[in-house]
């Protein structure tokens, strides 16, 4: 019965079988059920589904030398077609992933990590996480065995007095542009101050300009009036007399000045 019931296995969809026979690799179990020589064969079980495996704290420097813990994540599968290459090479996907995924997870993360200084490194996360990214796939694409799906930096971790350095830095950078802003604001209100008061210069210089103006025509009026009034007693000397007569109200003055004579009163 123990003979009977160890000539059948079962693969999980999750998983390919690694076909043993007398410690031998000689074929990939697919999903399913199986069966195999009692006491002769063996199958060992090798997950090919999504995993995710994750360095807590790796040790690297930025480009301006600034040391930092990071926390990176690589997601990863195996390749079921090259589960049994997985196998004889390593046995385990615990070891291949030791001997292989993280000497260059570790080594590509410090190589592109330390392209970047601390603050751009902050600033351009993204960026950065695309460029490890790309290292460690193109790194490991002659090793079909082990897909890599995606790389995450998850954390970055600086020292204490370099984020209190970066903090101070910050608020003076902040100060800088409030001294700025200030500035331009003190600027602008100049700028409106002297707009202002060269269009009040501007109204009291065209006011006077008006006056001027109209005093002039005044002016030239009245003068025009005084050469017609010449010019025409020149042509008419008796003009005034007339003029005179046609205001006199009739009435002769009381008070005589002696040896003075009688207005409109002609001797002859």
Known sequence: MTV???SWYTVDQTERGVLLRNGAVVGVAQPG???KLPMIDGVTKISVKTS???WDKMNSYSFDQ????????VTFRISPEK???????FGSIETALNQVVSPVVNQQVKVVFGRYTAVRAIQERGALNTSIKDAITATLKDDPMIIIESVQLEN?????NYLHSIEQRMLAEVEVQKLQQNAEREKVQAQITVTQATA???AIRAEAEAQADAI???GEAEASAIRARGGALGDNPRLVELVQAEKWDGKLPVTMVPGGATPFVSVK
């Open 4 to 6: 009977l019931f160890g």
């Open 33 to 35: 059920l199986g069966f």
């Open 52 to 54: 995710t495996y994750t």
């Open 66 to 73: 600034q040391p930092a813990d990071l926390k990176v994540s």
């Open 83 to 89: 589960v049994s290459d997985l196998y004889g090479r």
């Open 156 to 160: 970055i971790d600086f020292s204490q």
């Open 200 to 202: 009040k210069a501007n």
């Open 216 to 218: 002039k025509l005044r």
